[in-house]
């Protein structure tokens, strides 16, 4: 049971803004960076978002991260049928033993 | 260009065994934390073990402690996972990945089946 608890379903039609909170706590959001991913069933993830807002080489900047307290979200803008995909939230959390937990996962999908 | 890939996964019985590998090549393997991740059938990922590079630290979550070694060869450029005492919530895609925060890169999986 996931830690990490993000909506289990976002969607937009072409061109339209979606946004995927990631909602955790004192002991993972709340100290520590939160990475994105996405995953297209079959492939590998891939990483999207890392140290809470950056984006790695390749990645358009369409995607963006925040973070706020014990809260963070993915913004996808100008939403593309290619953006379809599952997306997980992920940090470490430090509660008892230091474990690195993903969130429950969203479904984008492109209407 | 970066590659992981995944090899080792079977169908196992419960209570079985299997040893996973994942072969790396075009980054310096040795100075990388280095993760191993799952996927259950309808399920999402979840966080297995991770070694730093030196093999000096191992952690695991808890649900595989005491029934899974994570391992590696740098003189290789190898990470393994070795799956002791399989349950049927093992059944899963095992993900090797480079970092430990920020996993940068991944393999396609290998599919384990208790």
């Known amino acids: 049971q996931s830690v990490l608890t993000q909506p289990p379903s976002a969607s937009g039609t072409p061109g339209q803004s979606v946004t995927i909170s990631c909602s955790g706590s004192?002991?993972?959001?709340?100290?520590?960076?939160v990475y994105w991913y996405q995953h297209l069933p079959g492939t590998a993830p891939k990483l999207l978002i890392y140290k809470n807002n950056q984006r790695p080489s390749g990645v358009p900047d369409r995607f963006s991260g925040s973070k706020s307290g014990t809260s963070a979200s993915l913004a996808i803008n100008g939403l593309r049928s290619e953006d379809e995909a599952d997306y997980y939230c992920a940090a470490w959390d430090d509660s008892l033993n230091a474990v690195y937990v993903f969130g429950t996962g969203t479904k984008v999908t492109v209407l | 260009e970066v590659q992981l890939l995944e090899s080792g996964g079977n169908l196992a019985q419960p209570g079985g065994s299997l040893r996973l590998s994942c072969a790396v090549s075009g980054f310096n393997f040795s100075n990388y934390v280095m993760t191993w991740v799952r996927q259950a059938p309808g399920k999402g990922l979840e966080w297995v073990s991770a070694?730093?590079?030196?093999?000096?630290?191992?952690m695991y979550t808890d649900s595989v402690k005491g029934r899974f070694t994570i391992s590696r060869d740098n003189s290789q450029d190898m990470l393994y996972l070795q799956m002791n005492s399989l349950r049927a919530e093992d059944t899963a895609v095992y993900y090797c990945?480079?970092?430990?925060?920020?996993?940068?890169?991944w393999g396609q999986g290998t599919v384990v089946t208790v």
């Open positions: 070694i730093s590079g030196p093999s000096d630290t191992t």
């Open positions: 004192s002991s993972n959001i709340g100290i520590n960076f």
């Open positions: 990945a480079q970092g430990r925060g920020s996993l940068a890169y």
